[in-house]
């Protein structure tokens, strides 16, 4: 039996920004990752992407929040 989830995404409160990241392995172990922030109106703030070189599915998805977290902090916003 399997169950059907829809997933929405919600924007954050007023004064704050919503990060949202994501990583990825190709054959090879090529990895690379990816995100944007968005405003509490759904507004794009910011996007980046990187090539990272050779690693594994899950260090792209830490490499991703690790990047996003860092480019918030650059853009100086304080409300995450």
């Known amino acids: 039996m399997s169950h059907v989830v829809l997933l929405q995404w919600s924007p954050p409160p007023t004064g704050w920004v919503r990060l949202n990241t994501d990583g990825s392995c190709r054959d090879g172990g090529h990895i690379g990752c990816g995100g944007i922030i968005r405003g509490s109106d ?20 830490l490499w991703g929040v690790l990047e996003e977290l860092m480019y918030a902090r650059r853009l100086q916003f304080r409300f995450i």
């Not at 759904?42 to 998805?61: P, T, V």
């Open 42 to 61: 759904g507004e794009w703030l910011g996007d980046f992407s990187k090539y990272i070189g050779i690693g594994s599915a899950y260090l792209a998805k």
